[in-house]
């Protein structure tokens, strides 16, 4: 025991892994993956958390650290698509946003056609399979999933009506998704005629009130002149198809983005100066203008790195003789992620979503566990 008034030499000698570093060239492996010309190297994390502990240095993964550490800037934000950086993150992370975005979070589309008539050339298969994909303008957050045991109502199920002719002896027409009318009191098409001339008709679906006086927005397709078919004089379509609320790892119709995809933070160094002539020629290398030229005066200049952002990787700037002048890096725990919507749900709400979705699994693997 120290005596009264001292301190414990273990406390005055414990060393703060907190406020130690890394030397330089540890730091960049930890923290960087470098491209070199032929392939990159420091690939593989390092997760064990004392794999630096002789160097006082914690390496371990706490809640304290990501929360502290975790930040989101966004960088261009429009009506269908939307850039920003994820900071403090894994790459595990980041692909498991990606993953969701693509095949877990639910739109509505069009799942069933009933086929009234078609004399147009296009099959009744791939016709139906063209009205599939088409973006529909409709929150799936406002509807339910439906089961094979399910009766379709108003609030599992969208309908629409499709009935384009054209005349004989016109010109042909384009048929486009703007023809597709919603129906808001269910389905117009009658299973099978009444026994009785008072018996209320029967439809392929059962709806107890109009989606009208349940939903604030009108319903419809996101984008009008997308081409459905192409009719020649004499010819007519003429269906019914049912929307209802799915993902995309069941059919990529339902999956709410174009496509969602990352990549890493590059980061151009200079290891030493360029001038003259050689820094004119990497200028001239990068096709996507990454370097620029500093006046140094009389006559002078230097290369220097304008827009590190911009790099592709296309490693043009470290071949050569002077290749070993320039090494291009990628920050390990820093992403830029890009959505870009098909138009279900606007590309902020989606990753919303998908962060919703993470925290539900998180908390059932939870709730297994314990």
């Known amino acids: 025991m120290p005596k009264k008034g001292t301190k414990s030499k273990e406390v005055d000698n414990a060393p703060n892994q907190q406020e130690n570093k890394l030397p330089d060239y540890l730091e960049v492996q930890r923290t960087r993956v470098v491209c070199n010309a032929d392939a990159p190297i420091h690939t593989q994390g390092y997760q064990y958390s004392g794999t630096f502990a002789a160097m006082g240095v914690d390496n371990s993964v706490s809640v304290e650290k990501f929360c502290k550490n975790f930040k989101i800037e966004i960088n261009r934000l ?39 008539d078609n004399t147009s050339v296009i099959a009744d ?7 599939g994909l088409i973006p529909l303008r409709a929150d799936p957050r406002l509807f339910d999933y439906i089961s094979e045991n399910d009766v379709p109502n108003e609030r599992n199920t969208v309908v629409y009506k499709l009935h384009v002719s054209c005349p004989k002896g016109s010109q042909r027409i384009t048929v486009k998704s703007s023809e597709l009318e919603w129906l808001p009191e269910g389905s117009q098409l009658s299973m099978a ?59 990529a119709k339902w999956s709410p983005v174009a496509t969602a995809w990352y990549r890493m933070l590059p980061e151009v ?16 290398k990068c ?57 279900a749900l606007p590309p902020e709400v989606l990753f919303t979503e998908a962060v919703k979705i993470l925290e539900e699994k998180c908390e059932r693997v939870i709730s297994e566990l314990s």
């Open 269 to 284: 160094v200079i290891l030493k100066d360029i001038e003259g002539d050689d820094a004119e020629e990497l200028v001239k």
């Open 193 to 251: 005629a009444p026994a009785q001339s008072g018996d209320k008709q029967k439809t392929f679906t059962s709806f107890s009130q109009s989606q009208k006086e349940i939903l604030e927005e009108p319903l419809g397709v996101k984008f009008k002149d997308i081409t459905i078919a192409r009719l020649g004089p004499g010819q007519a379509i003429e269906l019914e198809a049912h929307a209802v609320k799915g993902v995309g790892k069941v059919h």
């Open 78 to 116: 429009t009506e269908d698509d939307m850039e920003f950086d994820m900071i403090g993150i894994d790459a595990s992370i980041a692909n498991a946003f990606r993953r969701i975005l693509i095949a877990e979070v639910p739109t509505m589309a069009i799942e069933k056609i009933f086929m009234v």
């Open 287 to 343: 096709p996507v203008n990454v370097f620029d030229i500093e006046d140094l005066g009389n006559g002078g200049k230097r290369a220097v790195v304008a827009k590190p952002r911009a790099c592709t990787l296309c490693r043009e700037c470290v071949m050569g003789p002077n290749g070993n002048q320039v090494e291009l890096r990628r920050v390990r725990d820093h992403f830029i992620f890009t959505i870009e919507s098909t138009g």
């Open 125 to 131: 298969e791939v016709l139906s399979h063209r009205l």
